[in-house]
């Protein structure tokens, strides 16, 4: 299943970075961050693996084209 990760920056973003890159059942296609955030254009996996991984966090006014995966907590919600 193909995710993108709204939050991707935070804790919440790190851990799930760190588990969907050991389970091939799931793939991060965006890492959604802030506008204004200094990741913007980063490696993911530079910053949240210590090694590059080929994806780069990124930022949209829409993301409802894609499977939504938030990084919180307390639940979760798949909007298609």
């Not at 210590?50 to 829409?62: G, K, P, R, V």
Request: aromatic share 8%; net charge positive.
């Amino acid at each position: 299943m193909k995710l993108s990760l709204v939050g991707a920056a935070g804790k919440m973003g790190k851990a799930l970075t760190s588990e969907v890159q050991q389970n091939k059942e799931f793939e991060i296609t965006n890492y959604v961050v802030k506008p204004n955030s200094s990741l913007v254009g980063v490696d993911v996996g530079s910053v949240h693996l210590n090694e590059q991984i080929n994806s780069l966090f990124c930022w949209t006014s829409e993301v409802r084209a894609f499977p939504i995966f938030p990084a919180a907590p307390t639940r979760l919600n798949f909007i298609t």
